[in-house]
């Protein structure tokens, strides 16, 4: 269910989720999806310094592989925000494939790094009772924007 999973991540009634990749928005004058006008992204290299104010997006070392019983809701480990990281994320519909995408911004004051491997995010799984219907995204496999 987990691919490239790590024994010492799982927790209580967590897994902790590992950085791999971060991406950021090309700058244009307006974002508007109703007319398909979205931002490129380019890939980051890490170790990166994020700065106070800015956003990038991430995806995680692990895959999912939800079966179609399950769905999984992600949320920031209390570390992230304790350094002064808003981690933005949702949540993962039965027969999702893929890496975890989510959002991390700076809310603080202070330059902070990021590096590959970091435990930013946590996933839990919920029991559905009944008949699921699988997700059918544009987003499946882990595709960024």
Do not use: W
Not at 61 to 72: A, V
Not at 118 to 138: N, R
């Amino acid at each position: 269910m987990i691919k490239n999973a790590k024994k010492e991540n799982i927790g209580p009634c967590t897994y902790d989720f590992r950085l791999n990749e971060l991406f950021q928005h090309s700058k244009i004058e307006l974002v508007d999806i109703q007319k398909n006008r979205i931002p490129n992204i380019k890939k980051l290299k890490l170790p990166y310094i994020i700065k106070p104010g800015e956003f990038v997006l991430a995806s995680t070392i692990e895959e999912l592989d939800t079966p179609i019983d399950l769905m999984s809701i992600y949320s920031m480990k209390s570390s992230a925000f304790r350094i002064g990281l808003n981690i933005l994320c949702g949540l993962n519909d039965p027969k999702y494939k893929g890496s975890a995408i989510f959002g991390i911004q700076n809310i603080s004051n202070n330059k902070i790094k990021l590096f590959k491997g970091m435990e930013l995010l946590q996933i839990a799984f919920i029991d559905l009772k009944g008949d699921a219907t699988p997700i059918q995204t544009q987003y499946m496999g882990g595709q960024v924007l």
